[in-house]
T-cell receptor, first 115, second 115 residues
Framework: EPEVTQTPSHQVTQMGQEVILRCVPISNHLYFYWYRQILGQKVEFLVSFYNNEISEKSEIFDDQFSVERPDGSNFTLKIRSTKLEDSAMYFC?????????????FGPGTRLTVL | AQSVTQLDSQVPVFEEAPVELRCNYSSSVSVYLFWYVQYPNQGLQLLLKYLSGSTLVESINGFEAEFNKSQTSFHLRKPSVHISDTAEYFCAVSDRETSGSRLTFGEGTQLTVNP
């Protein structure tokens, strides 16, 4: 069964450093998402991406964040200058195209720890 | 905008007892409804979804949820739980009218099944 994969599973970084979180969505999906979950809190939407551009972003997704689909298979989330409060589990998700099943498939997550 | 309220943050039950996890939502537009499950140190897995049709939806492992439009609820039930059902359960909604729209999650309910 196809699945969403994410690397690395755990990333430790120093405050102020740049990190790139990587995701490989399901191959024929067209919508891509990033969510985060701070420890003990609910899952929060960050950004959605469709047709090679951001379709929606939340207030969390400020100028420190960016997304990219560099090669048609990977979908990346970059945090330019990490803060302590960026420590969280980051989930990538993907979904089929318009008119297809509305289910979003989630990856296993990347745990980001900012020291 | 949508919001989701899960009324119980923790639900402890004994094995083979019935359980209900409550979910209410608020939205100015029609929504799709989902329940996701998160086992310890794992990602989010779709448990069941309501898109249209019958208001009672079932999962393969014995859970069911009923969409009640008048009460804006989507409570999750299981008549007899197992130890292996111990997990965090998240209710989520997405905008039916916007293709590829974000998921909005509730705070989650920790279900703990005791022997």
């Amino acid at each position: 069964e196809p699945e969403v994969t994410q690397t690395p599973s755990h990333q430790v970084t120093q405050m102020g450093q740049e990190v790139i979180l990587r995701c490989v969505p399901i191959s024929n999906h067209l919508y891509f998402y990033w969510y985060r979950q701070i420890l003990g809190q609910k899952v929060e939407f960050l950004v959605s991406f469709y047709n090679n551009e951001i379709s929606e972003k939340s207030e969390i997704f400020d100028d420190q964040f960016s997304v990219e689909r560099p090669d048609g298979s990977n979908f990346t989330l970059k945090i330019r200058s990490t803060k302590l409060e960026d420590s969280a589990m980051y989930f990538c998700a993907s979904r089929g195209g318009p008119g297809r099943d509305n289910e979003q498939f989630f990856g296993p997550g990347t745990r980001l720890t900012v020291l | 905008a949508q919001s989701v309220t899960q009324l119980d943050s923790q639900v402890p039950v004994f094995e083979e007892a019935p359980v209900e996890l409550r979910c209410n939502y608020s939205s100015s537009v029609s929504v799709y409804l989902f329940w996701y499950v998160q086992y310890p140190n794992q990602g989010l897995q779709l448990l069941l979804k309501y898109l249209s049709g019958s208001t009672l939806v079932e999962s393969i492992n014995g859970f069911e949820a009923e969409f009640n439009k008048s009460q804006t609820s989507f409570h999750l039930r299981k008549p007899s739980v197992h130890i292996s059902d111990t997990a965090e359960y998240f209710c989520a909604v997405s905008d039916r009218e916007t293709s590829g729209s974000r998921l909005t999650f509730g705070e989650g309910t920790q279900l703990t099944v005791n022997p």
